[in-house]
């Protein structure tokens, strides 16, 4: 049976941290040896500290970066999962938000994949046609012109690539080395990477859920140097 490792990026959380390892913690029951890792980075609140009180819980461990970025999370995640795991062809990533956007949609939509797919990588996609994300026009023309830049300048097919990700350890082996972001444009990298070592990302429907915290996304900020991320990851490719 499949074995799942849930990266939470924890930065400035304090008001839904604890609800959320709650919730997750009790639907992850029914997932044997399920683990819960909290990738603290640069939070000027009080999480950090509530991360090491809900490390004392079985199958929850915390770490610490210091610089604040998603992508430093995910990056440390990697490396404690692989430093405990190995390439497990078992145990899979699994590359989220703390707030847990999708709910556990995402998951329930990959269950089947994890066990007999023959993908080591899917996505929950909020471009899947079954997807219920009810998001603003603007938002929807800017997540519509990021896929197309990523098409044109990468070569890229996933219509998502800032989903939720699962990605098998074997694989994750491989690819995460490479990936050279620290922000919102790691799970881009990431996706590259794996399209280029010749995998196809399956991609899962997903109910996004109303956030009870302000989005730390800046579109026009972020959406600048992803672009200017694609440049380089196109010279470097």
């Not at 280029?196 to 600048?224: D, F, M, N, Q, Y």
Request: glycine share 8%.
């Amino acid at each position: 049976m499949s074995k799942l490792v849930y990266f939470l990026p924890v930065h400035n959380e304090q008001t839904v941290l604890a609800a959320n390892v709650a919730r997750l913690r009790d639907h992850l029951g029914r997932f044997e040896g399920a683990e819960i890792l909290l990738l603290e980075n640069g939070s000027r609140d009080t999480s950090w500290t509530i991360a090491q009180e809900l490390a004392k819980h079985d199958g929850v461990a915390a770490f610490k970066e210091d610089r604040a970025g998603i992508g430093h999370a995910y990056h440390r995640g990697f490396v404690e999962a692989l430093a405990k795991h190995g390439p497990s062809e078992t145990t899979w990533a699994v590359l989220t938000a703390a707030d847990l956007p999708f709910g556990f949609s995402d998951l329930d939509a990959a269950t089947m994949h994890l066990e007999r797919g023959s993908s080591r990588i899917l996505m929950g996609s909020k471009a899947h046609p079954d997807s219920a994300v009810g998001r603003g026009a603007q938002r929807w023309a800017m997540s519509q012109a990021y896929r197309l830049a990523r098409r044109a300048l990468l070569g890229m097919r996933v219509g998502d690539s800032q989903g939720s990700v699962f990605v098998r350890l074997d694989l994750a082996a491989e690819i995460a080395p490479r990936v050279e972001s620290r922000g919102f444009f790691y799970t881009t990298e990431l996706c590259h990477a794996a399209e280029r070592a010749g995998e196809t990302i399956v991609e899962l429907p997903v109910t996004l859920e109303e956030s009870k915290r302000a989005s730390t996304v800046r579109p026009v900020k972020h959406g600048s140097e992803m672009l200017r991320q694609m440049w380089e990851l196109r010279r470097r490719g």
